[in-house]
């Protein structure tokens, strides 16, 4: 790897950028899908951060228990601390750390990116909420400790509403869908909100990211057999539905939906379609404040023609430049490079690899709420 770290080394020469880290990661036989995940959250420059304070902060507690949070502070900062500016680290702690909490990771199996993101952050937000209420009850005269739902989920309770803990995590990923249903009798319109960490989308041939946001959030008319229980009415009644984002979150995580269960089949199936997603996006028709605008940092690639094995790479961008992360390999690429990875315009195509999971971070805001 000396040689090919000199490569991007040489490559970016005085443009490379100061106290900043290429680090490919070793592979434990087919753990690539954590990788590619792992790459992108590391140049996910605000969540970095913030875990880099997590461990600089909590190294010190003596009968600190290890777990995913600790293990992934423990990387990154062997990452962004390292002598040379590039080279390849092995993640063993954290994969074992994996393994030993989830059986699903357990195996040799081709496993699936997001799936993984989802557990992974899921699993953060528990781990700071349990060090927050144990710090909260040692602050306090003991009581008995409130319980947390598992997820980013609000719990209420006989209508009041539990203030939700919100962690560095939250303030990073989290958004709020709204989900109206209007009762096309009484016009009465009751919206329920939901919180959600990354948005999963409906994909079609020769779309864009654009177009499927509008999908997402189009308006679905309930009737027939699904018709809706009006409150107001008290009875069933044809009602049309619309999911809108509320909120926006300071770092858009974008997962296609390229795996789809055929009934025909009885098995899952690779969509290779051709999606377009633009370095710059606008979200605009399914926010309720439409000036929300995001900018391309990072892609989880599913390499292969099926669901059940493959490979997964990701592109980033560092301070201006896309860099290919490949495993143990990283090298930089031109940014016209991105398009190669829309998927593909026909049915059977050689190209196999296709943008899976995409992390757009807002331009508008500053992330210091």
Same mark, same amino acid.
């Given at each position: 790897m000396g040689a090919a770290g000199s490569k991007l080394e040489k490559a970016l020469g005085d443009?490379?950028?100061?106290?900043?880290?290429?680090?490919?990661?070793?592979?434990?036989?087919?753990?690539?899908?954590?990788?590619?995940?792992?790459?992108?959250?590391?140049?996910?420059?605000p969540f970095r951060e913030q875990l880099l304070d997590y461990y600089s902060s909590n190294k010190n507690v003596a009968d600190a228990e290890e777990n995913?949070?600790?293990?992934?502070?423990?990387?990154?900062?062997?990452?962004?601390?390292?002598?040379?500016?590039?080279?390849?680290?092995?993640?063993?702690?954290?994969?074992?750390?994996?393994?030993?909490?989830?059986?699903?990771?357990?195996?040799?199996?081709?496993?699936d990116a997001h799936e993984f993101l989802n557990f992974l952050l899921n699993e953060l937000v528990d781990i700071l909420e349990k060090e927050a209420q144990?710090?909260?009850n040692d602050a306090e005269t003991p009581s008995p400790p409130e319980k947390t739902a598992n997820g980013p989920k609000n719990p209420q309770a006989n209508g009041v509403q539990k203030e939700p803990l919100v962690t560095w995590v939250h303030k990073n990923f989290q958004g709020i869908l709204t989900n109206e249903t209007r009762c096309l009798r009484c016009e009465t319109v009751t919206a329920r909100d939901e919180t959600f960490f990354d948005l999963s989308l409906d994909i079609e041939q020769n779309s864009s990211i654009t177009s499927c946001l509008k999908n997402f959030s189009s308006?679905?008319?309930?009737?027939?057999?699904?018709?809706?229980f009006c409150d107001k009415c008290c009875s069933l009644q044809e009602a049309q539905k619309r999911m809108k984002i509320k909120k926006p979150p300071h770092i858009l995580v974008i997962h296609l939906k390229r795996f789809?269960?055929?009934?025909?089949?009885?098995?899952?199936?690779?969509?290779?379609?051709?999606?377009?997603?633009?370095?710059?996006?606008?979200?605009?028709?399914?926010?309720?404040?439409?000036?929300?605008e995001y900018s391309l940092f990072a892609v989880v690639v599913h390499v292969g023609s099926g669901p059940n094995h493959g490979h997964y790479v990701s592109l980033v961008k =560092?301070?201006?430049?896309?860099?290919?992360?490949? @495993?143990?390999?990283?090298?930089?690429?031109? +940014? &016209?490079?991105?398009?190669?990875?829309?998927? =593909?315009?026909?049915?059977?195509?050689?190209?196999? @690899?296709?943008?899976?999971?995409?992390?757009? +971070? &807002?331009?508008?805001?500053?992330n210091k709420s």
């Open positions: 443009q490379f950028p100061e106290g900043e880290r290429y680090f490919g990661l070793e592979n434990f036989g087919n753990t690539c899908y954590c990788n590619s995940v792992l790459q992108a959250l590391y140049f996910c420059v995913l949070l600790t293990c992934l502070a423990d990387l990154f900062t062997q990452i962004s601390s390292q002598k040379k500016k590039t080279g390849v680290i092995a993640p063993k702690r954290f994969v074992q750390r994996l393994k030993k909490q989830n059986e699903l990771f357990r195996s040799y199996m081709h496993q144990a710090a909260k308006t679905e008319t309930l009737n027939a057999e699904d018709k809706f789809k269960y055929i009934e025909q089949l009885g098995r899952y199936k690779k969509l290779s379609y051709r999606v377009v997603f633009p370095l710059e996006l606008k979200l605009s028709n399914t926010v309720e404040d439409a000036d929300s =560092s301070h201006n430049h896309w860099l290919f992360f490949d @495993d143990e390999n990283v090298e930089m690429i031109d +940014e &016209s490079a991105v398009q190669t990875f829309f998927g =593909s315009a026909q049915e059977y195509s050689s190209n196999t @690899d296709h943008g899976y999971i995409l992390f757009y +971070e &807002s331009l508008g805001s500053s």
